[in-house]
């Protein structure tokens, strides 16, 4: 594709490059994927905290009523308020589990890297698709007009040829009824061009002004040529795919994470404590000690295995989700390949058929002013005209569109392909397509 330099632009036009700045601020699925990247950027301090000191302090104060026999004649029997406060700290020396709750975390954050990846390029698409279909509209509503004009011409003539003796009222009439319709087709139009607007205003979260229209251009076939090339550029870059990949990973690390369950612990305690009144009234209890405590879990009522075998199938159906994405992507991407091939030959042809039509109607509007073809010749040939040029313009946008969609296909769309948009952009002074003289 021929990227031709923009020129100086107006404040009062909206291009898809000042609209996607807009977008990417306010748009909703960005702000969610964004925040759960944040969100699992916390699951590695999470995963450390398990291998880190934990210190806690206690304080109590309470009230106590007592009555101790057995130590003494007398016995004790006494109401009283007592209190008690502690320290302890537990540093964790060896914790299986802890380990791999790191590695998970890595994966964690990875998958949520693809998932924001994957928001961008997908308001990419939905903007850049949005922007050309209001285009399509607008062009299709310009051939609606243009067909209006052609109408009136028509109309004129019929009557100037009733008025000199060489037509008939059919033809006139004829002639105003396909005025009245060209009409209609305008306001269809019209119609067709507000809710594409406001279908680009929603992706842009932004009142949408006037657009630009794209210059000239050569369409361009798929480079490289081959669709093997693009599908593999898709399975290695399609976030959908990063994103199972390292849910896959995550699912097999859950398997390890649930069998170290079984594994032992190994933490040292140290603690320091007073309590007064708590034993004995009356009675001040002081410690301090320092231990080094192994934990052996040699049943927890059948929780390790069943988080086990629970991890295992939730991985098998990861593994199996990978496979299916994968067949997804790859006919996704061949499909767009496919289209964008295609797309090339029916610009290409939309434009012969257009010269053609062109052609067969300047031909026919002499034959009818010189009385060998009659109005319903020249209103027929004349339609004809303005299908072929609204398919060429058609044409042209589905090819840009096609260019969008197997970029996103192969998950390489970025924000240079949204510059590189904006590089064929122009004044809406009207595009020179073929036939429109």
Known sequence: ??????????????????????????????????????????????????????????????????????????????????????????????????????KMAKSIISAQKAQYIFAKQELIKRLSIAYLDLLDAKSALQVARDRVKLDERILERAKTFLRVGTGDIVSVKEAEARLDAAKAGVINAKNLVSIKKSDLSIVAHTNVNEILDIREFTPRLPDPNNPDAWIKAALDNRPILKEAGHKLVLANQKIEHARRARWPRVDFEAAASYANGLFLPDVIYREAHGVFKLTFPFYLGGAITANTRKAQQEALAAEHNLRHLEDVVTLETKSAYLTLKDSVALIDAASKALESARVSMEATTKGYEVGTRNIIDVLDITDKYLVRRQQYLHSLYNHLKARILLKKATGTLGEADLKALEGLLMRNTGRKDPGNG
């Open 1 to 102: 594709m021929v990227l031709i330099s923009p020129v100086g632009y107006c404040f009062e036009y909206d291009t898809v490059w000042s609209l996607y700045q807009q977008a990417v601020k306010k748009d909703p699925l960005i702000k969610a994927a964004e925040a759960r990247l944040k969100a699992s950027h916390q699951e590695k301090p999470l995963a450390r905290s398990q291998l880190m000191p934990h210190l806690q302090a206690e304080i109590g104060q309470g009230y106590y009523a007592k009555n101790i026999t057995g130590m003494g004649p007398e016995g004790i029997k006494k109401d009283y308020w007592g209190d008690n406060y502690g320290v302890r700290l537990v540093q964790p020396i060896f914790n299986g589990q802890a380990c791999v709750s790191l």
